[in-house]
């Protein structure tokens, strides 16, 4: 039978794959548990085969064909380390490439043309491309970046509310909804943060949007930040890859455009795809590349 | 023999004591290991009592007589929890106070005056006190407070370089110096982050001053930041306790005035003596008010 490849999206919470032809018409997609080959490489081995043979399943193939797929990896993590490699060489494939799940999304957002991407999630990650090179602003994680990401932005409402607390700053409606959570006791917050990974700052995110929507000073005091700082990464990222079409992805893509500044709002557009389908249109260049197939 | 005091000053790295005469007047000192109630209050309990015996030494009073004192506590971490309740039932004096390290502080600086204190060390916390009655502002912790302290300034020029590496802030003096450490390897400053204390980013705050008072324009920023929030705690607390002088404590006391504004310029004092000092105070008023005894 023909060669075929496989575009695999793997994150924290769960693993996607897709069986394609050479040509990327994708033939069956299949998932499995967390890929997060910084905290769990082994297990991640493990999500990412199984999510590949149940793509083949899903497609009516014989999931032992997997070995002889040419497959294209966007992994979360893969800037730190040399874990990439040590995952790399235990995978089953008969050709493998991993890249960033930056990457993949990227692809998938703009397909081949020249442009910029901000994922702006839990944390806040901008790629642009242009002659095929890709550049990066941002994604160093919560603890000292990402200042876009509704990790921060949850952060920084939790940090006003003591603030609000102690008439440092004024009250608002942001700042009570908040302290009533936590019965208007601050040690409540402050072991809140100290037993709170970024997810469960993030989680703030949407209410801080919410009430600068409806006028809230305080809130818009922090959204205004956090789209200074997008704004920002974005003249920087334009800087060094000048793109034509701007792309938001990540949960807080539809919360953030009318913050953002004219120019920025001037160029955005749809995703084309999602992640998975650009690491499918990966794996189908990379094979392309290798065999000197058509496209 | 007659009735003595002790005051007591428990912090994260040492416990100081010093036995004195029902008038204040101090006959001994002694030091001992850590006293974090916090992390290891068992431990605590042991520095506070051998810190205690060792003052008695110092003073040439046998050691057993600690268990007919009345003592006077300020420890780090009394607003946290019901950790003090089991610290004080297990202590050996005959009469124990126990309140936060802050309050002896206040009292060393300012005496039995009225008057603010902001200690600016690793975190900052601001303190005033009106007719006897004690207010407190800040205080809450590096993670989502402190904004004035040693720790969120050194965070904050980390963040900066990683933003000056990225080309989406302006790089200075600082940013260099601080990605030279790295060897302009963001990862390593990331690593460094999640892997450092409070402590270990307020080490970077001293350079930052130093940087800032030379018109470094980065460094300016996060100074000029640091005092915004010093400032306006300092008004949230006069606004409480309105008072009529200011005393600056911890590591950062001597590099930020000339960062405040002018009406807190204008009411700074030297703090008349230390913490422990504070305690012992504390201790003979205590006293004084449970047995009638004359001042």
New interface residues.
């Given amino acids: 039978m023909t060669d075929l490849i496989l575009g695999i999206d793997g994150g924290g919470t769960s693993c996607r794959a897709a069986v394609a032809r050479p040509d990327g018409s994708i033939l069956g997609r299949g998932k499995s548990g967390a890929a997060n080959i910084l905290t769990d490489p082994n297990n991640a081995i493990i999500s990412i085969a199984e999510a590949a043979r149940a793509a083949y399943r899903d497609a009516g193939l014989d999931e032992a064909g997997v070995d002889g797929a040419s497959a294209f990896l966007g992994l979360a993590g893969t800037?730190?380390?040399d874990l990439t490699r040590y995952v790399h060489d235990r995978l089953p494939f008969r050709h493998t490439d991993i890249d960033s799940d930056g990457l993949i999304a990227l692809q998938g957002a703009i397909g081949d043309t020249d442009g910029a991407v901000a994922i702006l999630g839990t944390g806040s990650i901008y790629m642009g491309r242009k002659n095929d090179v890709v550049r990066y602003?941002?994604g160093?994680?919560f603890?000292?970046?990402d200042?876009g990401g509704g990790a921060r932005i949850g952060?920084a409402a939790?940090?006003e509310a003591?603030l609000a607390h102690?008439?440092?700053?004024p009250r608002s409606g942001l700042t009570d909804a908040i302290l009533d959570e936590f019965k208007h006791d601050?040690?409540g917050?402050?072991?809140f943060?100290?037993l709170s990974k970024p997810g469960d700052f993030g989680r703030y995110a949407p209410l801080v949007f919410t009430r600068a929507k409806e006028g809230d000073p305080q809130a818009i005091a922090i959204v205004t930040a956090g789209a200074a700082?997008v704004n920002?990464?974005l003249?920087?990222i334009m800087?060094?890859a000048g793109a034509p079409r701007l792309c938001l992805l990540g949960g807080l893509a539809p919360l953030y455009p009318q913050w953002l500044s004219e120019h920025h709002r001037a160029i955005l557009v749809e995703a084309e795809a999602d992640a998975l389908t650009g690491a499918v249109a990966l794996a189908a260049k990379g094979y392309r590349e290798r065999t000197g197939a058509a496209a």
């Fill in positions: 800037n730190v380390g602003v941002g160093w994680g603890t000292v970046g200042l952060h939790l940090q003591l102690d008439g440092v700053h601050p040690r917050i402050v072991e943060a100290r700082s920002e990464s003249d920087a800087a060094l």
